[in-house]
């Protein structure tokens, strides 16, 4: 066979607002895992239409053309097209679906979005997949070789797990169109519930958070080239004795990684220090909101029942650097709840932020309660990106909610509050770092668009591992003790 992969560009990739690196930061793993469950003799083409501008040029009227350049190739004329859907590129991942269908091309769709919404891709494909490819795929494909390929598979039927998966087929992504090529997977799913999170519905109707073997995560480790890593699990931390494994497993590799992780999870026993002994250097969390009342809404009981300053403290003594996200517009936020989210970044030293704009997905229990009180605005799919508000909020209007998330963006990278946060870290070295990332990441937008362009993304690399690797010099003191406290703290005025 002839398949060929594709990952529509989301609907915001094409807006005035677009920031390329966002997009060329990770490859699409999931289709180069799924890749490698094709037979020898099988070819396989990934288009990652964030990287790879032009490849398809197909509209909302199905038609399309190829672009010149990959005329003759695999694109042209493939036996399977697999697409995966997320919401906001749902509607250009259906054009290309209609456009191949059209051609007698088998076509195939997965993801998010059609998991939640099946019905809705019904009749656009051949064969629909509901939840976790890793379980669905080697399945389709069994059936398909006895030509007895079934229209839907559903993961919640078959047995979830990471055992005896083949290598991921790293071969098929150039890795001169991304940031991070060594990104890496080694769990599914996560531990916690939160009401607004897309994946919570993904893994519904089975095992919903998963790791593989230690011994697997460790070999592919070890095949990735260079220094820098970045784990893609939602919670690198969030099974503890694998996590504990695998820290004591990577010791010694001269390895410097990033992740994400909970605020209880830094906090619990000595796994963080483990971690930073690994070469952890920059950890994602999910702060989401300064009002407990809005916390409480989502069930973020991991943060309800933890210290955030307490672990910021512990992170910073490490030398690790925090990537903090925060969402606006949950029902305990007001419009103070913009410049309140900002000061508590900057006072504590945040050394990037992600804002989002509270977007009830499909499939998710926060869908279900805000749909439920008659509250969404539209089903326009393109704007539920996390910019725009497609609800409407409590204690706002709409309008102010996009208004404060803009300005949030504006405020927190400020040059004067980028300097303010930085000085806000104990060691030097570390205010430094700070100073250096934060302005780099937002401030150095057409110097990242230029080497996108120019397909140079590996000349910053070395930048990269050098200045994530001294970063992270361990200080020898002891981890600070599990805080009393039992919220986030809320700050007032």
């Not at 749902?90 to 191949?100: E, K, P, V």
């Not at 970045?230 to 390895?255: E, I, N, Q, S, V």
């Not at 000085?423 to 205010?431: D, G, Q, W």
Request: glycine share 8%; net charge positive; with cysteine.
């Amino acid at each position: 066979m002839r398949v060929l992969f594709v990952l529509p560009a989301l609907t915001e990739a094409t807006g005035p607002f677009f920031r390329p690196i966002k997009y060329a930061l990770f490859p699409p793993l999931g289709m180069a895992q799924l890749a490698a469950f094709l037979d020898a003799g099988d070819e396989a083409m990934i288009i990652d239409e964030h990287v790879m501008p032009g490849v398809l040029t197909s509209y909302d009227d199905g038609r399309g053309v190829l672009g010149k350049r990959w005329r003759g190739t695999l694109a042209e004329r493939p036996d399977m097209v697999v697409i995966q859907a997320y919401i906001t590129n749902a509607h250009r991942a259906y054009a290309i679906a209609r456009h191949y269908k059209e051609m007698g091309v088998r076509v195939c769709l997965g993801g998010l979005h059609v998991t939640s919404l099946p019905d809705e891709a019904d009749g656009l494909c051949d064969h629909l997949f509901i939840g976790v490819g890793d379980a669905t795929w080697p399945a389709f494909l069994e059936d398909l070789r006895k030509g007895e390929a079934k229209p839907r598979y559903d993961s919640k039927d078959f047995v979830r797990t990471l055992e005896s998966l083949p290598p991921t087929r790293r071969d098929l992504i150039d890795r001169r169109l991304y940031l991070v090529p060594n990104s890496i997977v080694v769990s599914r799913g996560c531990p916690h519930r939160c009401t607004f999170c897309y994946n919570s519905g993904f893994y519904k109707g089975g095992r919903r958070f998963y790791t593989q073997a230690v011994d697997d995560a460790l070999a592919e480790i070890e095949c990735l080239p260079g220094k820098h890593l970045y784990f893609l699990d939602d919670h690198l931390l969030g099974d503890p004795h694998f996590a504990r494994a695998l820290f004591d497993g990577m010791k010694g590799m001269g390895r410097v990684f990033q992740g994400a992780a909970t605020i209880d999870s830094i906090l619990r026993g000595d796994l963080v220090e483990r971690a930073v002994d690994a070469g952890l250097r920059s950890i994602f969390i999910g702060f989401e909101s300064v009002n407990e009342a809005s916390l409480v809404q989502s069930k973020k009981t991991q943060n309800l029942k933890s210290d955030a300053d307490a672990a910021i403290r512990r992170l910073d003594s490490l030398g690790v650097m925090v990537n903090g996200s925060f969402v606006f517009g949950l029902d305990g936020d007001g419009p103070d709840v913009f410049d309140r989210t900002v000061a508590w970044a900057v006072e504590r030293g945040i050394t990037t932020a992600t804002f989002h704009v509270a977007t009830p997905y499909p499939g998710t229990a926060y869908w279900d309660e805000i749909e439920g009180q008659g509250r969404i605005l539209h089903r326009d799919w393109r704007l539920y990106d996390t910019r725009h508000a497609v609800f409407e909020p409590r204690h706002m209007t709409p309008a102010q909610l996009e208004a404060g998330y803009w300005r949030a963006y504006e405020h927190f990278y400020r040059w004067t509050n980028i300097a303010r946060a930085a000085a806000n870290h104990e060691r030097v070295l570390s205010r430094c770092k700070h100073f250096g990332y934060s302005a780099a990441w937002r401030k150095l937008g057409p110097v990242w668009d230029l080497a996108i362009r120019a397909k140079r993304l590996n000349i910053t690399r070395p930048v990269i591992e050098t200045g994530l690797g001294v970063l992270g010099r361990r200080r020898k003191a002891e981890p600070s003790p599990r805080p009393k406290s039992v919220s986030l703290p809320v700050l007032e005025g």
